[in-house]
């Protein structure tokens, strides 16, 4: 393996929340992750004019947090949700500020620490594909995880939506990480 590989898997390596969309397995950071709740735990208040996968935003702890579906924003079909859907709560710091976005996955299956010769690049599927969203494809446990480069996830400038504390109309954007 190349210095060059090495040095970017081992950027990538560390401990990983699993989740499943439809049977697909993907992983964030945990050092991105702020709390699990399941989905029947709370109420999701609809907010009118936001994208599809915007499902709306829930009062956790006296923030008010939007709420993306994960199939929906990954164009998945949609699917009912159970007692297994979960919310998994992302904290995205940025120079300015602190930015929390809960995101619904299907159903959350464990932490796994990946080690960086475990991970691969994401390959090139010679079709028009975008892998923004993807940082890298791990080997674990017989399955392949899709590690999500989840501030690319969240921060897409389509994803905007209304403040709804705010006392003027300009549209809430998520900041991008520099």
């Known amino acids: 393996m190349s210095e060059e590989r090495q040095t970017e898997t081992s950027d ?3 401990k990983y929340l699993t989740f499943n969309l439809m049977e697909e397995f993907y992983g964030v950071n945990v ?4 709390q699990i709740i399941g989905i029947s735990d709370t109420a999701i208040t609809k907010i009118p004019k936001t994208p599809h996968f915007v499902k709306g935003v829930i009062n956790l702890r006296g923030k008010i947090i939007p709420v993306v579906d994960l199939r929906l924003r990954f164009k998945l079909p949609p699917q009912e949700y159970n007692e297994r859907t979960s ?4 904290k995205i710091k940025t120079e300015k500020s602190e930015l929390y976005i809960g995101i619904i996955v299907d159903r959350v299956i ?6 960086g010769v475990d991970i ?16 890298g494809m791990a080997k674990v446990k017989n399955k ?8 690319e996830v969240l921060t897409n400038m389509e994803l905007q939506i209304e403040d709804p504390t705010s006392l003027h ?10």
Do not use: K, Y
């Open 31 to 34: 050092d991105w992750i702020l």
């Open 12 to 14: 990538i390596q560390g």
């Open 144 to 151: 392949v995880v899709s590690l999500l480069n989840i501030t």
């Open 87 to 90: 919310i998994v709560i992302i």
């Open 120 to 135: 691969e690049q994401t390959p090139a599927f010679g079709v028009d594909f975008d892998a923004q969203f993807i940082i």
């Open 110 to 115: 464990e932490v796994l620490d990946i080690d």
């Open 169 to 178: 109309s300009e549209p809430f954007v998520c900041p991008m990480q520099s």
